[in-house]
């Protein structure tokens, strides 16, 4: 009779960063689960950890080390027969990360870690290779890839593509999750399908940037002919759509999201500045002139906009002429969502070189300027919604106070609203809007909007 296979080690999962991060922590969970692995909540119950980084900006840097060397002590002490590190820092930094941190048994990069199963045998069986880190296309799921959701079930994510092409001055990263590259349209419906017959009712879908979606497949198909597809899901499910890049935002786009049934009148797209001269030095390939009038079509042509954008301040160069005009853009554009950062050097980008660097007091007090001017529209906005009525997707639940969302805002990033009542996760109902309260609005119900299936 043959040996029953040894029971396969439990497994303590960190991820960081950024959603589409997390979806790479989801599709490691899932092999994992899949190959027989269990998950530990608590690293005491672990005898293998895993650390999924993230390398984008300094503090994600920082944030990442930190997580990896809190592990690495218990991986010292032998309370884990396995730590690994995989994502973005080890795909950027590889072997010189491996000469910093010698507790870490393996890195794994960006278009490895569907071998995550395989690489922890060989590192369990102390023949690990120590790096397995490759260039080229990050790898790039689908829709039968194993996924273990980390976040809520009634609201996730859903990858269009992997890596980037285009050469903004200010941004490393192209050089590690590499060239760009598209998943198949029905690839991604499956997906859609799939999720929202399991009773997700938010689906926010992410790539570095989403407009260049289908360039790379066979009859190219862009990512109006995507967006018209999905759109046609039977569940009532909110389809978000998330980084579009300024230059590639079609009239038949706008048209798409303007007759749309399931996709949300919720437009994101970094434009990052305003000023002429600082847009070329960013290598945006854009004016000014063409985001003040695409932002006037995006208008006239889509009821119920919401317009998220984010900028950067304190790029090499910036002035105090250029930065007004920055503020004048905002001022203007009224739009609904701002997100704001200050520019950081970032080894591998052509702005790193540049002259004129900003001095960090000067883009720190514009950071602040532009902070207080967006926490003014917002403020203002928030004030026009209380009385009205609006419908909301509930996210948590605590006893007798819940706490949802409004179409119009995003997961993690647009504040939320709360509720004084119990309402169960992945509920849509109706509330009216009794106040403000910062960032975030408080409401009351008003009853629940459809006999949708409350989430187990
Ligand atoms: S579009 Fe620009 S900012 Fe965005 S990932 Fe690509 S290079 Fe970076």
Known sequence: MSAKPSPKKSIYFRSLGCPKNQLDSEVMLGKLALDGFSIAEEIED?????????????????????????????????????LVVTGCLPQRYGRD??????????????????????????????QSRGSYIEGGPSYLYDADTPRMLIGPQHSTYVKLSEGCDRVCAFCAIPSFRGPFHSRAPESILQEVKQLAAAGTREI???????????????????????????????????????????????????????????LLPYVDIPMQHASDRVLKAMKRGVTSAHQRK?????????????????????????????????????RESDFDRLGAFRYSDEEGTTALGLADKVER??????????????????????????????????????????????????????????????????????????????VDLEAEPLRPSSALPVLQ
């Open 97 to 126: 990360l491996a000469k910093e941190l010698p507790e870490v048994d393996a890195f794994v990069g960006t278009n490895q870690f569907q071998k995550i199963s395989s690489i922890l045998d060989e590192t369990l069986a102390g």
């Open 46 to 82: 672990a005898q293998v950890a895993i650390v999924n980084t993230c390398s984008f900006i300094e503090s994600a840097r920082e944030e990442s080390i930190e997580a990896i060397l809190e592990v690495a002590d218990l991986r010292e002490a032998g309370a884990l027969e396995a």
């Open 204 to 262: 926010n879908f992410i790539a570095q940037d989403s407009t260049a979606y289908g360039k790379d497949l066979p009859g190219r198909p862009k990512l109006a002919d995507l967006l018209r597809l999905v759109d046609e899901v039977e569940e009532p499910v909110w389809l978000r759509q998330l980084y579009l890049y300024p230059t590639a935002v079609s009239d038949e786009l706008i048209d798409v999201f303007a007759g749309a049934k399931r």
């Open 361 to 438: 007091e000067v883009s720190l007090d514009r950071f602040q300027r532009l902070m207080s001017l967006q926490q003014e529209m917002m403020q203002e906005k928030l004030q026009k919604l209380i009385g009205s009525e609006q419908e909301i997707l509930i996210d948590q639940n605590q006893g007798n106070r819940s706490q949802g969302r409004m179409a119009s805002q995003a997961p993690e990033i647009d504040g939320l609203v709360k509720l004084r009542a119990a309402a169960a996760p992945g509920q849509r109902i109706q509330v009216r809007i009794t106040g403000v309260d910062d």
């Open 294 to 330: 695409l932002i006037r079509r995006l208008r006239e042509a889509i009821p119920g906009l919401t317009l998220r954008t984010t900028v950067i301040v304190g790029f090499p160069g910036e002035t105090e002429e250029d930065f007004q005009e920055l503020c004048e853009f905002v």
